[in-house]
Structures are given as C-alpha cells and as structure tokens.
C-alpha cells in the first residue's frame, strides 16, 4: 500500500486525505518516523480543529514508540 500512497501525494499534495492514508500504511508497516511525518503533513493541509488535535494525540503516540 505504501508505494501506491507514495505516488498518490506526488500527484495530489494538497489532498490530504492521501498523506492521512499514508501514515496509516506506513505505522503499519512499522516505519514510525514516516508515519509521524506524513501524518503532520495532513494536520497542515486541514482546518478542523478537533481533527487536528486528534491525530496531534496520533503523532505523539508514535513518537513515543519511537523514543522507546
């Protein structure tokens, strides 16, 4: 799933729901810092607050595991 995320963003990087899609792919394939990376790209393109201070929550859980 992750290439195919991959060349979804490069032809649409104003969507955000691809990069939301890719940082799901890519914590599940257990490539956190992409994940947190991809998942922060999608914070940047939206405007719900809530969204933003849920995947927020995401993005720190993920960093954590990271540290560990």
Do not use: M, Q, W
Not at 58 to 63: Q, S
Request: proline letters at 4%; one cysteine or more.
């Amino acid at each position: 799933a992750v290439p195919c995320l991959e060349k979804f963003v490069t032809i649409e990087p104003k969507n955000p729901s691809g990069y939301y899609s890719l940082g799901a792919a890519c914590a599940e394939a257990g490539d956190l810092a992409r994940a947190v990376e991809s998942y922060g790209t999608y914070v940047s393109l939206i405007s719900d607050e809530r969204e933003i201070e849920r995947v927020h929550g995401v993005i720190e859980g993920l960093k954590s595991r990271i540290r560990k």
